[in-house]
C-alpha cells in the first residue's frame, strides 16, 4: 500500500476557497497512491474557533463536492481530515469525511473528544458517539482525529471492530510534539496496528503547528515522519503486517479486562 500524508499548511492570509482549491490540487498530485489523507480542520485552522460558526458547511457542502471530485479524478481512496460541519439539529461538529476512489463518501467520523477544556472546540462544538472503521479492498481503516489520539479506549474499539490502519488527521501544537509522537507510537504498539497521524503545519490564530506527521508501523518502529513546514509525506508498506504481527507476538489475546461487563 501506498499512502500519502498532505500536511498542509493553514496561514491567515489564504482564503478558505483558495485553500480548498489547493488541497484539491494536492490531492490530484498523488496520482499512483492508494490512500491520501489531509488534517483536522484544514479549511479553518484548529484552533481558529472563532472562525469554526461563519466557516461551517453541511456535510456535502463545497469540501464535500472539491474532495469527492479530486479522489474520483485521482483514483485514490481520501480520507479529507476534517471540517467544521453545521448538522441538520443545527449544531456544529468536527466531522471527518473519507471517499472512495469513485468519490462516493463512504464514512463520516465526528470527532468524539473535543478538546479545549471547557472553552473552544469542547464547547463550540457538539460531539461525536460512534467510532467508525472503513473497509478497503485489503484492509480496514480506524478513523480517529487529533485529542481522540490520548484516549486509548477509543483506538481498541476501533481494533475490535478490525481496523488495521489507524488514521488520524490533526492540528496538533508546537509545543505538544513530543507528545504528538509518543502517542502515536503508543497506539500503533498497543494495538498492533499502522498509525497514519497527519497534521498540519503554519499558525492558526496564533498557535504555531506542529507538522510531523508521521506513519508508524505494528512494532512501534517510525517508518517516515515529516518536518515542520508543509510537504507531502508518501509510505509504502504491508498491511499483512499486521497480521503477521499479532501472530508472532499474539498480545491481543491476553487481554482480560473490557472483554466482559462487570459482574455484581
Avoid at 469527492?68 to 479529507?80: E, I, M, N
Avoid at 453545521?86 to 463518501?105: I, W
Avoid at 498492533?192 to 512501534?220: E, N, Y
Wanted: charge should be negative; hydrophobic fraction near 45%; glycine fraction near 8%.
Amino acid at each position: 500500500m501506498r499512502a500519502s500524508l498532505i500536511q498542509i499548511a493553514v496561514n491567515e492570509d489564504e482564503t478558505v476557497e483558495a485553500r480548498r482549491v489547493r488541497a484539491a490540487a494536492l490531492v490530484r498530485e498523488q496520482a499512483g497512491a492508494d490512500l491520501v489523507v489531509l488534517p483536522e480542520l484544514w479549511t479553518t485552522g484548529a484552533f481558529a474557533f472563532e472562525e469554526f460558526d461563519a466557516a461551517a458547511e453541511p456535510l456535502r457542502g463545497p469540501t464535500y463536492e472539491a474532495m469527492a471530485k479530486a479522489a474520483s479524478d485521482t483514483g485514490v481512496w481520501l480520507h479529507a481530515g476534517s471540517v467544521p460541519e453545521r448538522g441538520p439539529d443545527g449544531r456544529l461538529y468536527n466531522t471527518s469525511l473519507v471517499f472512495s476512489p469513485a468519490g462516493d463518501l463512504t464514512a463520516s467520523y465526528r470527532k468524539i473528544h473535543r478538546f479545549g477544556f471547557d472553552k473552544g472546540e469542547a464547547v463550540l462544538m457538539g460531539a461525536g458517539r460512534e467510532p467508525v472503521t472503513v473497509r478497503l479492498p485489503d484492509t480496514t481503516l480506524g478513523v480517529a482525529t487529533c485529542y481522540d489520539l490520548r484516549f486509548p479506549e477509543l483506538f481498541r474499539s476501533l481494533v475490535d471492530a478490525g481496523a488495521e490502519i489507524l488514521v488520524v488527521p490533526a492540528g496538533w501544537p508546537e509545543r505538544r510534539r513530543a507528545h504528538w509522537t509518543l502517542l502515536a507510537q503508543a497506539r500503533a504498539v498497543e494495538n498492533q496496528a499502522f498509525v497514519l497521524a497527519c497534521g498540519t503545519a503554519g499558525t492558526h490564530a496564533g498557535v504555531p503547528q506542529a507538522g510531523h506527521s508521521i506513519v508508524v508501523d505494528p512494532w512501534g518502529e517510525v517508518l517516515a515522519q515529516a518536518g515542520a513546514d508543509e510537504e507531502v509525506l508518501t509510505v509504502e508498506f504491508d498491511p499483512v503486517k499486521v497480521a503477521r504481527t499479532r501472530e508472532q507476538f499474539p498480545a491481543l489475546k491476553d487481554r482480560v479486562l473490557g472483554l466482559e461487563p462487570p459482574r455484581g
